[in-house]
T-cell receptor
């Protein structure tokens, strides 16, 4: 049982480059989330999805886009034009529902923007 | 604004007991979670409280007082492997999780 799988695990980009982070879960969860985690700060929600074909903005959506075409498949996070301020650890998570159920996290993607 | 406060760092001794506090001010309340995060790893779920009182799960217990906007995580019989960050998170009225910055717990022999 793989749970939540994120790729890549590490990436270094130059300012202005674009890339897509991939997340997949095999638990049939409805809800999926993208967070960023920076030193000294709590996890901050970038975008989330409450089901197949739906996405919504979180706390810090600017500079990112997402897509979720099928429930069990990839929840993609795109950086349109990478900036040094987007250097962070990115976590994908999923949960059966959005309120009382715990979220299950992937191992994270460590992204550096030079 | 919404705010979750936790101590930045705590130190405890192997075999002892430690209490990690969390206070919150959020727009509504629909539950409080505690997660454990080892350095360089993903957060993992520890406990969930939605009603006042103590929830016990092995060596870990979590307490909630909704009227005080307060929770704590109690770790007993500390082991070296308990060295980690402990994250408090509250589900607000929009069912969004608001996360604290985490408490780094250092266990000394």
């Amino acid at each position: 049982n793989a749970g939540v799988t994120q790729t890549p695990k590490f990436r270094v980009l130059k300012t202005g480059q674009s890339m897509t982070l991939l997340c997949a879960q095999d638990m049939n969860h409805e809800y999926m989330y993208w967070y960023r985690q920076d030193p000294g700060m709590g996890l901050r929600l970038i975008h989330y999805s409450v089901g197949e074909g739906t996405t919504a903005k979180g706390e810090v959506p600017d500079g990112y886009n997402v897509s979720r075409l099928k429930k069990k498949q990839n929840f993609l996070l795109g950086l349109e034009s990478a900036a040094p301020s987007q250097t962070s650890v990115y976590f994908c998570a999923s949960s059966p529902s959005g309120d009382t159920q715990p979220q299950h996290f992937g191992d994270g993607t460590r992204l550096s923007i030079l | 604004g919404q705010n979750i406060d936790q101590p930045t760092e705590m130190t405890a001794t192997e075999g002892a007991i430690v209490q990690i506090n969390c206070t919150y001010q959020t727009s509504g309340f629909n539950g409080l979670f505690w997660y454990q995060q080892h350095a360089g790893e993903a957060p993992t779920f520890l406990s969930y409280n939605v009603l006042d009182g103590l929830e016990e799960k092995g060596r870990f217990s979590s307490f909630l007082s909704r009227s005080k906007g307060y929770s704590y995580l109690l770790l007993k019989e500390l082991q070296m492997k308990d060295s980690a960050s402990y994250l408090c998170a509250v589900t607000d009225s929009n069912y969004q999780l608001i996360w604290g910055a985490g408490t780094k717990l250092i266990i000394k022999p």
